[in-house]
């Protein structure tokens, strides 16, 4: 613009219109965008978390992440023989660019020498996670097991870096190892998969938020009445037998009286709801969540369940309606639980004597 002149005012054009609709928050933050800003530590968490989900029988999965985890971030044993028998190992790199050979060769020196060192054997699986992937030239090695094996043993022969550190023993021992070794064990995995397997576990909603899974319909309640049954089943007898005690009142007789059996068949449905909701949640949150949300319902109705009623049917009814009056959106799980899982809850705690529907005496 020269001196003098006025500004030229031009219109701008209308932002475009998001192609998905987001929330008065803002777009949603990704798994991606938030692995991005995870610590060394969380990293080698969602790694242990994602190892659950890779389909491997493993008997146990361990992080060992630190200054001496001697080339393991995290081991996937699949005997109880741990070290000493089939295991894969995953490490985990959070860098801020692609992995490359000067990143990679290091690791892999550490496996070998700890092999040879006698602190484990060669896992079957070795395989690199990064956030941001490994480089067009590790990609390429990695791809090509034979020509991975000639750039180590090249590595390892230069006498630099971290080669020249090994004691020219342990170095002929790496060697020898790796001449004999298939370097197809090496491998890596790549973000947007680790996130889609991750996605199958139930540590996923609580580590990166979003709906759960959906419930499957509710088969209801058997016509046999499960061993698992046996204690809140034996519970409600007993309340029957109180409020009708000249009927001669068990499982198979309560036909009798069908208002009771009305009754009974109403608190099997529930128990079962809930059995479903355990049993989803299993699959679907992190370990402990269910076990929380019961403590909840525990803590919302003991009081009541202690407290002097005229019946014990009284009792029960009020714990009942009780659990349903209970704030507990708190719990990821109340989005897909529904009336009767709160008083199934309530028929597990029975199932536990955590509580009790008769008085000592009565």
């Known amino acids: 613009m020269q001196h003098g002149q006025a500004p030229v005012v031009s219109e701008l054009e209308a932002p475009p219109i998001p192609s998905a609709p987001v929330s008065l928050a803002g777009p949603p933050v990704t798994p991606a965008q938030r692995i991005a800003f995870y610590s060394p530590d969380e990293w080698e968490d969602f790694i242990r978390e994602w190892a659950i989900a890779i389909g491997e029988a493993y008997s146990q999965i361990k992080r060992l992440g630190g200054s001496n985890d001697k080339g393991a971030d995290v081991a996937a044993f699949k005997t109880d023989r741990g070290f000493e028998g089939d295991w894969d190992c995953f490490q985990g790199k959070h860098y801020a660019k692609p992995l490359g050979w000067s990143d990679a060769f290091p690791e892999m020196l550490k496996i070998f020498a700890g092999t040879v060192n006698g602190h484990y054997v060669l896992p079957s699986v070795y395989a690199f996670l990064a956030p941001n992937g490994c480089g067009t030239g590790l990609n390429r090695l990695l791809s090509k097991p034979t020509d991975l094996r000639q750039k180590f043993l090249e590595e390892l022969s230069s ?38 397997a991750h996605r199958t576990t139930a540590y996923h909603v609580a580590r990166f938020g979003g709906p759960l899974p959906p419930r499957p319909p509710a088969t209801g309640a058997p016509t046999e009445i499960g061993e698992a049954e046996a204690r809140y ?11 009708w005690p000249t009927g001669d009142l068990a499982p198979n007789t309560l036909h009798t009286e069908p208002r009771l ?19 989803h949640a299993r699959d679907a949150v992190p370990p402990g969540t269910f076990e929380a949300l019961q403590n909840d319902v525990h803590s919302g109705v003991i009081e009541i369940a202690e407290a002097d009623h005229a019946t014990s049917m009284a009792r029960l009814t009020q714990v009942l309606q009780a659990s349903t009056q209970i704030d507990l959106s708190a719990h990821a799980l109340t989005t897909i639980s529904q009336t009767d899982d709160r008083k199934g809850i309530c028929h597990q705690l ?4 955590r509580l009790t529907w008769m008085r000592a005496g009565s």
């Open 159 to 196: 006498n630099k870096g971290i080669a020249a550190s090994l004691d020219a023993s342990l170095r002929d021992h790496v060697r020898t190892l790796a001449e004999t070794t298939d370097f197809a064990m090496f491998r890596s995995v790549e973000l947007v998969d680790a996130i889609a």
């Open 233 to 243: 089943v034996a519970q409600l007898m007993d309340v029957y037998r109180e409020a």
């Open 261 to 279: 059996a009305a009754h009974f068949q109403r608190q099997r449905e529930s128990f079962y709801s809930a059995e479903s909701l355990r049993l």
């Open 350 to 353: 029975a199932n536990e004597d």
